[in-house]
């Protein structure tokens, strides 16, 4: 006989309660939001599949889900968390071109500006 | 209680379970594909609980309830979730009641063995009295 829900309600709300503007959590929108995980985790992996551009054809990849958060606009919440990936060499060359094209300005907090920069324009993999 | 990195995770068993049987039988699941789902899946649940919990907001309550997570999924674009959302709802009301009935049923049998038969028709009007104030309280979960 199937469960109803099989993600454990005690850790979703763990994950709830981390949200400092949230109170109190009634047992129904305990089971809905968990319910609701369940129903999302499927969908994403199985939309991802269908529409992977991947060269396996029998596996659900990393990048499939990167293509999926960056293409689909119901899941672009998801494009920070699921970034594409790159290879290092190109990661390089980029940072280098960068830093000719721009010598102006601070040197400060540019390390990190340039690494998310470079990761949000990345060539997929 | 304090929380550590890993309590904002879910279960990898359970993770894996669910994609599988979201996927055609035979394909295989990369363990870095398996672990982004998984993170994907806790940020789904925080931005579905600051979602509901504006909602909650616009409604002066300090307590989530279930429409609250419904007008989430469908503000988060899920209409999809909503059918089977609410179907599972009511299976789940049912059951909890059950349980209930079952746990009352419990303590009757426990009071009445105690205590003398003329307390039983006191510890009715307490049982329903109780039952009332349940229904809105958040509950702690048994697992």
């Known amino acids: ?125 | 209680m304090a929380e550590r990195p890993e309590d904002l995770n879910l279960p990898n068993a359970v993770i894996t379970r669910i994609i599988k049987e979201a996927l055609p039988e035979g394909v295989n699941i990369s363990k870095e594909a398996r672990s982004a789902i998984s993170r994907a899946a806790s940020v789904f649940v925080l931005y579905a609980t600051s979602c509901a919990n504006n909602f909650a907001m616009k409604g002066k309550r300090k307590t989530l309830n279930a429409g609250d997570v419904l007008s989430a999924m469908e503000e988060m674009e899920f209409q999809r979730f909503m059918v089977p959302l609410k179907e599972s709802l009511e299976v789940y009301r049912r059951e909890q009641k059950g349980k209930k009935e079952a746990r009352k049923d419990k303590d009757k049998k426990a009071d009445s063995e105690e205590q003398d038969k003329s307390r039983e028709e006191d510890n009715d009007d307490d049982d329903e009295r109780m039952e009332e104030e349940e229904q809105n309280d958040e509950e702690e979960v048994d697992n």
């Open chain 1, 1 to 125: 006989e199937p469960r109803l829900v099989s993600l454990p309600l005690s850790r979703i709300r763990v994950i709830m309660k981390s949200s400092p503007e949230v109170s109190s959590i009634n047992q129904d929108a305990l089971f809905l939001t968990a319910k609701a995980t369940e129903l999302f985790v499927q969908y994403l992996a199985s939309y991802s599949y269908k529409h992977g551009r991947g060269k396996e054809k029998n596996a659900l990849t990393y990048t499939d889900l990167s293509h999926t958060a960056e293409e689909c606009e119901t899941f672009q919440f998801l494009a920070d968390i699921l970034p594409k990936k790159i290879l290092a060499s190109k990661y390089l060359k980029m940072l280098e071109k960068e830093k000719q094209d721009g010598e102006v300005g601070d040197d400060n907090d540019e390390e990190e500006e340039d690494e998310d920069k470079a990761v949000g324009d990345s060539v997929g993999s």
